[in-house]
């Protein structure tokens, strides 16, 4: 796989998309990158610049940090579960 390139560099040749001054076709070529790889940049920046609906990387990372607190408190919660049962067990009276 491909070494990605700066996000410093993806910015800028977006924003000489975003101006329009030639297709991004010729830009792309110009660059020396792909077509799709332009049109995935302009569309990851456009969800950045909240233009078009989608999830930024703050919001991934929120997200995924979410996610990973849910998963501890469930495990947490499994854990107090099942050292209930096994104590109401233990005072059970003798039978």
């Known amino acids: 796989m491909a070494k990605p390139y700066p996000k410093e560099f993806r910015d800028d040749v977006?924003?000489?998309a975003r101006k329009g001054q030639a297709p991004i076709a010729q830009i792309a070529k110009d660059i020396g990158i792909s077509e799709g790889s332009l049109t995935?940049?302009?569309?990851?920046?456009?969800?950045?610049?909240?233009n078009r609906p989608?999830?930024?990387?703050?919001?991934r990372a929120e997200l995924h940090e979410a996610k990973?607190?849910?998963r501890l408190l469930e495990q947490e919660n499994e854990v107090l579960r099942r050292a209930a049962a096994y104590l109401s067990q233990a005072n059970l009276p003798g039978e």
């Open 68 to 70: 990973k607190r849910i």
């Open 14 to 16: 977006v924003a000489v």
């Open 54 to 59: 989608g999830l930024t990387d703050a919001d």
């Open 40 to 50: 995935n940049w302009m569309k990851k920046a456009d969800i950045e610049d909240r």
